[in-house]
């Protein structure tokens, strides 16, 4: 089932708001929009309905010739990401138009968050899944090892799916029903409850519901 539409953003990092009754919210501040339409794609063209945006102002010079030309028929210089989002109807938008922050989400609404979380190479099983190891004393011999992978005679081969030392983050993370706790259209600024997955100057990619 495709997402619905959406905007771009960027994670700005993280604060607390106070709600009437003085309860503390965790958000994230996202610095989401404008974005620019840069390909409406259609079900007779393309086989579905979908927009092209652009965000994140690049300069001309900074563009290759492709991309360049490609960017000019929305009249803009560049934009460091582009994506896509999927529509029900593509009429309803044209190249060129801008997605704003307040057309997209109002206070009060849930939202999904798509991002990539932050990579920390590769590691062992204790970071990785939370392994206990062994004893920390100087006679152990076992302190942050997987221990036996093995499974005797039968079937006699590691399973697959076993959890093992490997590279950790740098995935792309899904978070779903996000509740919006602040628009600020004013300034291009979003403030959704709890942590996003990234880091700073990340990209977000955020579906309204």
């Known amino acids: 089932m495709p997402k619905s539409m959406g905007i771009l953003g960027k994670k700005v990092g993280m604060t ?15 610095e989401a929009g404008p974005c620019k339409v840069l390909q409406v794609k259609t079900e007779s063209i393309d086989g579905y309905s979908a927009i092209q945006v652009g965000f994140g102002d690049k300069k001309a010079s900074r563009v290759n010739k492709a991309m360049g030309g490609h960017f000019k028929k929305s009249n803009s210089d560049g934009f460091y990401f582009v994506r896509e989002f999927r529509v029900e109807d593509d009429s309803a938008y044209e190249v060129g138009q ?4 307040d057309a997209v989400m109002k206070v009060g609404d849930k939202v999904d968050v798509q991002g ?6 590769f590691q062992g099983v204790i970071k990785r899944y939370g392994f ?5 004393g100087h006679g152990s011999m076992f302190h942050r090892a997987p221990g036996s992978i093995g499974c005797s005679a039968t079937p006699a ?3 697959k799916g076993k959890k093992m030392p490997g590279r950790m983050g740098n995935d792309n993370v899904l978070r779903k ?3 919006v ?9 979003v403030l959704l ?12 990619k955020i579906f309204k519901k």
């Open 98 to 101: 801008d997605i704003t922050l």
């Open 116 to 121: 990539v979380s932050k990579g920390k190479g």
């Open 132 to 136: 206990s190891g062994g004893g920390a």
């Open 16 to 30: 607390r708001v106070y709600s009437e009754v003085g309860q503390v919210i965790p958000v994230t501040v996202i």
């Open 193 to 204: 409850k709890g942590p996003l997955p990234g880091a700073k100057n990340g990209l977000l």
């Open 157 to 159: 081969r590691v399973v």
């Open 181 to 189: 706790v602040d628009v600020r259209a004013e300034e291009n600024v």
């Open 177 to 179: 029903n996000v509740v």
